[in-house]
C-alpha cells in the first residue's frame, strides 16, 4: 500500500543488477529465453574494412536475393553486427541472426556470481523466471534452429556458419531464397516482392509479429542505412524510397491471427492484452496497481523505459500476481511483441516513486543491462519507439530527455530511499539511436559557446570502463554506451564526482550512477579547459573530456533556474507534492520532504517542465475514496544530477539561455 500519512512511502525498488539466478535463467530457458555474455575475443576481423559489404554482395548474387533485402533483414536483426560470435537471447549468431540454440544453450556455462550489487536486494525481489531444462532429444522450434538449416542449404558447416561473417550472411541469403521459393514466387531482382519471404524469416508464428518486423525491413530499405560495424566494418545500404512491397503474400505464409483486443497499441506493431489484477488478497491490502481517470484527472507527463533483469515468461507471471508490483507494457527482446497488463487510464506501480507513478506509463524492456547485446534487439528498439510515439502523440507527452526517461533517471522521492533507486536500462541502452527512431535525433540547438550542452557522445566509440557486470571489481567487456563520466577536475586522473545522497565513495560500477551522464540529458555549462567542459551537477562542478575531434557534447538552447537573490540555496525534492493547505479534511497531508540536495546560489540548472505540486491519494482497493489533490504551489522539474529532481518555483529565478 503506497502512500499513507504514516508510513513513509516505499521506493518499490532496489537497483537492479545482473544475479546469479537470473543470469542462469538466461542461459536455461528457451521461450524465448537463452543467453550468454559477450566474448572478449571473437573471431578475427576481415582483413578489409569493406569485407562485410563484399560478402553481403557475393550472397545476394549468389541466391539471387536482392542486396536490399538481405541488406535490411541483417540491418533489423543485428544492426550488421557480430557480437564478437557471442549468441544473442535466443541463440542467434552472426550479422544475420543464425539460431542455433542447442549450441548456445551447451556454452551457456557463464553465471553472474559475485556479480556488482552496491545497494543491496532488489526490492522488487528478483525477476525469477521458471527454469526449464531442453532434453537432448526435444524438438525446437524452427526459429531456434535457423543455423542448421543454413548449413543443410549451404553445405557450410554449423561452425564456420557461427563464427565467419561471411559465411553467415551467405547462410542467412539462401533461408531467405528458401523461403521465397516455398511461397511460390520467383526469386526476382525487384525487393519489393520478398514482403513474405521476409516475414517468414522473422521466425515470428503470428502474422502481425512477422509483418511488423517485415514493415521495419522495408522501413530500413526505403530510407537507407550506413555505419561502422563492432568489428570494425563500413556497411552501406543505399537508400530505395520507391520500394512498396507486396504486403498481400503475408496471406500465404500460413501464419496464425493473433488478437490486439484490449490494447492501447499502435497498429504498427503486435501487441496482446495480458492483464494485471486488480484484487484484495486480505486486511485492506490490494494490488497491482491503482485505478485511474486519466488524463481527464491528471496529465501523464512521462515514459518511463526499464529492463526487466528477467525473461520474458518470468515477467509475465509475475505482473498476473496480485501481490507483486505491475507496469503497463512488456516489450519481448526476440521480435519486439509488446503485452499491455495495465490500461493507460490507471496507476502502474513501476518507477518507485508515487509521484513519478501518478503522472507515467511505465514499459519494461527483457533484457538484462549487462548483456546488451544479447537482450537490447534492433526489433525491440523499433517496436519500442512506435509505442513511445504513439503514446507521447496520444497524451501529449515531449519527446526528450526530460519526459521519456530511464528508470535510473527516476529520483528517490524522500532521502532514505535514494540508495536504493534502480539503475535500469544502465549504460549500454542506446538513448542516441532510440531518438532516431522516436524522430527526434538529439542535434545541436544553439551555438558553439552556449551556456548549455546536451550529452550526445557516439554510442559506438564512446566506451567508458564499466566494472561489476560479471564479477565485483572486475571490468566489463568493452562495448558502447550513452554515458559520459564525470570528474572533479579537467583531468582523467581526478577523482570522481560524489552523489551525497547514496552516501558511498564513487566507482567505475555498472550501477553506479554517481558520476555519469546520459545521451540527451541537458546541463548549464559551468566552465572550459582545453578538450573539457564542466557542467553544473548535483550542487558541484562536474567536468567531463569533450574534444572537438569526438564531441561528448553539442550545444542547446533552453531555460535555466538558479536560486533567486537572497538565498544562498533551496532545497531540492524526489517528488513535486502540494502544500500542507490543499489537502481536504479527509486526505492526510504529504510531507513535502527536502532530498540531501541543494541547489546553490550561482549555480544554474536546466529545466525539463513546469508542474503543478500534485497528489494522487489512492490507499484504498474502493477507488471511491480515490482522489487527486492539486495545490498552489508550482514546480520546475530540473535535470540536477543523473536522474530528474523538482524545485519550487518562488524559490528559483527562470531565465531562457539561447
Excluded at 309 to 337: A, C, F, I, K
Excluded at 575 to 593: H, L, M, N, W
Aim: glycine residues 10%; proline residues 8%.
Amino acid at each position: 500500500m503506497r502512500g499513507s500519512a504514516t508510513v513513509p512511502e516505499p521506493a518499490r525498488g532496489g537497483r537492479r543488477v545482473r544475479t546469479t539466478a537470473g543470469a542462469l535463467a538466461a542461459a536455461a530457458l528457451l521461450l524465448p529465453l537463452l543467453g550468454a555474455a559477450p566474448s572478449a575475443a571473437g573471431p578475427a576481423a576481415p582483413p578489409a574494412p569493406d569485407g562485410l559489404q563484399r560478402a553481403f554482395a557475393a550472397a545476394a548474387a549468389e541466391y539471387q536475393v536482392p542486396q536490399s533485402v538481405l541488406l535490411g533483414v541483417s540491418y533489423l536483426q543485428s544492426r550488421w553486427d557480430t557480437h564478437g560470435g557471442a549468441p544473442s537471447v535466443t541463440g542467434g549468431y552472426g550479422p544475420m541472426h543464425l539460431t542455433d540454440a542447442r549450441t548456445a544453450l551447451a556454452g551457456a556455462s557463464h553465471h553472474a556470481e559475485g556479480a556488482e550489487d552496491p545497494r543491496g536486494d532488489d526490492a522488487r525481489g528478483p525477476l525469477q523466471a521458471r527454469e526449464a531444462d531442453v532434453p537432448a532429444g526435444s524438438e525446437l522450434p524452427a526459429r531456434l534452429t535457423t543455423l542448421p538449416r543454413a548449413a543443410e542449404l549451404t553445405g557450410l558447416s554449423p561452425a564456420a556458419l557461427r563464427t565467419d561473417p561471411a559465411a553467415n550472411v551467405e547462410g542467412g541469403a539462401a533461408l531467405l531464397a528458401a523461403a521465397q521459393r516455398e511461397l511460390g514466387e520467383p526469386l526476382s531482382e525487384d525487393p519489393a516482392d520478398w514482403y513474405g519471404a521476409v516475414a517468414r524469416f522473422s521466425g515470428a508464428d503470428d502474422s502481425a509479429t512477422a509483418a511488423a518486423y517485415a514493415d521495419d525491413v522495408y522501413a530500413v530499405i526505403r530510407a537507407g542505412e550506413r555505419r561502422t560495424t563492432d568489428a570494425g566494418q563500413r556497411v552501406t545500404l543505399a537508400a530505395r524510397p520507391g520500394v512498396a512491397p507486396d504486403t498481400a503474400q503475408l496471406a500465404h505464409t500460413g501464419l496464425r491471427a493473433a488478437s490486439a483486443a484490449g490494447t492501447e497499441c499502435p497498429a504498427s506493431v503486435s501487441c496482446e492484452w495480458v492483464p494485471a489484477p486488480y484484487e484484495e488478497f486480505g486486511d485492506g491490502d490490494y494490488g497491482n496497481h491503482d485505478l485511474g481517470n486519466r488524463p481527464a484527472s491528471q496529465r501523464i507527463r512521462y515514459i518511463v523505459v526499464h529492463d526487466t533483469e528477467g525473461t520474458w515468461n518470468g515477467v509475465l507471471n509475475m505482473v498476473q500476481d496480485p501481490t507483486y508490483v505491475s507496469w503497463n507494457y512488456t516489450l519481448r527482446s526476440t521480435d519486439g511483441h509488446i503485452a499491455q497488463h495495465v490500461k493507460a487510464k490507471d496507476v502502474a506501480w513501476h518507477a518507485g516513486n508515487w509521484y513519478l507513478n501518478a503522472n507515467s506509463v511505465g514499459l519494461e524492456h527483457e533484457g538484462f543491462l549487462a548483456d546488451p547485446d544479447a537482450w537490447y534487439t534492433e526489433a525491440m528498439y523499433r517496436s519500442s519507439a512506435r509505442l513511445v510515439k504513439y503514446l507521447a502523440r496520444t497524451y501529449d507527452i515531449p519527446l526528450d530527455r526530460q519526459h521519456i526517461l530511464g528508470h535510473d533517471n527516476v529520483p528517490g522521492p524522500t532521502a532514505s530511499t535514494v540508495p536504493g533507486m534502480h539503475t535500469d536500462p544502465g549504460p549500454y541502452w542506446d538513448w542516441r539511436h532510440y531518438f532516431q527512431l522516436l524522430g527526434r535525433p538529439v542535434t545541436p540547438t544553439a551555438g558553439k559557446k552556449a551556456q548549455l550542452v546536451t550529452i550526445r557522445p557516439d554510442y559506438d566509440t564512446n566506451r567508458p570502463v564499466y566494472t561489476g557486470c560479471e564479477t565485483v571489481g572486475v571490468p566489463c567487456a568493452a562495448h558502447g554506451s550513452s554515458e559520459v563520466r564525470l570528474y572533479t577536475d579537467h583531468d582523467v586522473n581526478a577523482p570522481l564526482v560524489k552523489d551525497v545522497g547514496l552516501g558511498t565513495a564513487p566507482t567505475t560500477g555498472v550501477n553506479d550512477l554517481s558520476s555519469r551522464v546520459s545521451t540527451g540529458q541537458q546541463f548549464a555549462v559551468a566552465g572550459r579547459w582545453g578538450d573539457w567542459t564542466a557542467i553544473w551537477y548535483l550542487g558541484q562542478k562536474a567536468w567531463f573530456h569533450d574534444p572537438k575531434e569526438d564531441p561528448a557534447a553539442v550545444p542547446a538552447s533552453g531555460r535555466l533556474i538558479t536560486p533567486r537573490a537572497g538565498l544562498d540555496s533551496v532545497p531540492v525534492y524526489g517528488r513535486a507534492y502540494p502544500e500542507k493547505a490543499a489537502y481536504p479534511a479527509d486526505v492526510p497531508a504529504q510531507a513535502v520532504s527536502p532530498l540531501p540536495y541543494t541547489l546553490p546560489k550561482g549555480q544554474r540548472y536546466v529545466v525539463g517542465d513546469e508542474v503543478p505540486g500534485e497528489y494522487y491519494y489512492a490507499v484504498t482497493f474502493d477507488e471511491a475514496s480515490h482522489r487527486v489533490v492539486r495545490g498552489q504551489d508550482r514546480y520546475y522539474e530540473i535535470q540536477y544530477g543523473h536522474r530528474i529532481a523538482y524545485v519550487r518555483a518562488a524559490d528559483v529565478t527562470l531565465t531562457t539561455a539561447r
